[in-house]
């Protein structure tokens, strides 16, 4: 009788901890999407004109991004020593196969990846495509000083208009409506 008491006991004690985890994990995530709403509240907002971008290669070879092409574009940020972009490149990978962007003839929008610690060319992390990283000019100061944070996601209409941001790690809501503005009929023009 004693072992069966001690047992219930136990079962109800682990049933509350499980709770009590759950509960410190949401707590967590909240925390965090709190912090990061903290970090970007000056950031690259939705409506906001961007200017163009000159961009280097792994190669050398810079080229020059306007933003106002035939497609809309979807610029990511990374670093290289960032455990958070380790997370994200797969998730962002993902979302490109489901919207046909990886082996699309013609893609629906242009994606852009800038690794945002890259010092010179040489610094640039190898990824898989479309995810080519690129480095901004040295000592050019241009609107990507606003995206804080990296992991970072900014989908620019074909106008120069910021559409929507995304920084952190996307959250499935994040992926959902990344995946919807790529498939958008639209797509931010």
């Known amino acids: 009788m004693f072992l069966v008491l001690v047992a219930l006991a136990l079962s109800v004690f682990v049933v509350l901890l499980i709770r009590e985890v759950r509960t410190l994990r949401t707590q967590l995530a909240d925390a965090e999407q709190a912090l990061i709403r903290e970090q970007t509240k000056d950031s690259l907002a939705t409506g906001e004109r961007v200017g163009p971008l000159a961009l280097t ?6 080229r020059e991004i306007a933003f106002n092409g035939p497609r809309p574009t979807l610029v990511l940020m990374t670093s290289a020593h960032c455990p958070y972009c380790d997370e994200t490149l797969p998730v962002w990978q993902r979302i490109f196969e489901q919207v046909g962007v990886v082996g699309s003839a013609a893609p629906a929008a242009d994606i852009i990846c800038i690794q945002a610690d890259a010092r010179s060319p040489g610094d640039l992390k190898f990824l ?13 100061t ?34 959902r409506q990344m995946a919807d503005l790529l498939l958008g009929s639209d797509l931010g023009k």
Do not use: E, H, N, Y
């Open 57 to 62: 290669a792994a190669d050398g070879t810079t």
């Open 128 to 140: 898989s495509a479309p995810l080519t990283p690129l480095m901004p000019q040295p000592g050019a």
């Open 142 to 175: 241009t609107w990507l000083s606003r995206i804080p944070i990296a992991p970072g996601a900014v989908f620019i209409g074909a106008d120069c208009i910021v559409k929507k941001a995304w920084f952190g790690v996307p959250s499935d809501r994040d992926q």
